[in-house]
């Protein structure tokens, strides 16, 4: 894990490699292949500077825990790569809205009766699922391969929950009455709502699929992080 204190460290560490009305607008952490951490710094204009639509070019810098610029090319390209490999794994296990469809699991478990004990189940494993996505986007996230295969668990967890509970919606919508009054409809509507935040915020049993469709986004990142580096680099190839 990082500390609040590492990053503001590691931010200080990288602003002399800020040109004239630059700052450290952002703070990567990566630890690529256990081999200690990466700070990986972008510079730039403040955001109340950045008026536009347009997305200002950013410079980088990679700093260690010693708060000393990297100079390995290839740290620096595997430390950028995972960290938007992690971003990337983080919003195709449904992270960012994943608090949401939590709460919405805990709306309809109100509405469910001891009765309908299938269905309670089927919701309680969405509220689970959905809580465990929900706690990796707690704290500061620190890029690594491991993290990769805990968000995978969780949209796994994800993909199976949504898929028993759209069973479970389906049987309950069957057996409604049509009446406005039934007083199934309350609950029906509140199961359903936990599905459709689920189909918003994406498909998590494409996890693998959506991580291999970002490959050239994860490269290009990279390329970008390495062609707008703020300190000299060795000259050894990038992988």
Not at 46 to 52: Q, T, Y
Not at 90 to 110: G, H, N, T
Not at 172 to 197: F, I, K, N, Q
């Amino acid at each position: 894990m990082a500390s609040e204190d590492q990053l503001l460290a590691a931010a200080a560490a990288a602003k002399p490699f800020a040109t004239a009305g630059e700052q450290v607008v952002g703070v990567l952490v990566a630890d690529p292949f256990d081999r200690g951490l990466v700070y990986l710094c972008a510079l730039g204009p403040p955001a109340e500077d950045d008026l536009d639509d347009d997305v200002p070019e950013l410079g980088w810098i990679a700093v260690d825990a010693d708060g000393l610029a990297l100079a390995e090319t290839r740290r620096v390209q595997e430390a950028a790569m995972l960290a938007a490999l992690c971003e990337t794994a983080e919003e195709a296990a449904l992270v960012p809205d994943a608090a949401e469809i939590a709460e919405a699991a805990e709306r309809a478990l109100a509405l469910a009766g001891e009765e309908r004990a299938d269905l309670r189940a089927a919701l309680d494993a969405a509220h689970v699922a959905a809580l465990a996505a929900a706690a990796h986007g707690d704290g500061l996230r620190v890029a690594r391969t491991g993290y990769v295969d805990e968000l995978a668990a969780a949209a796994r967890g994800l993909s199976a929950s949504a898929e028993a509970l759209q069973q479970r919606g389906s049987e309950l919508s069957a057996s409604l009455t049509g009446d406005a009054l039934d007083p199934a409809e309350p609950l029906a509507r509140a199961v359903w709502e936990v599905l459709e935040r689920v189909a918003a915020a994406g498909s998590p049993e494409r996890f693998s699929d959506a991580l291999g469709d970002a490959a050239q986004a994860i490269s290009a990142f990279a390329e970008d992080v390495l062609a707008h580096y703020r300190a000299e680099l060795d000259e050894e190839g990038a992988a």
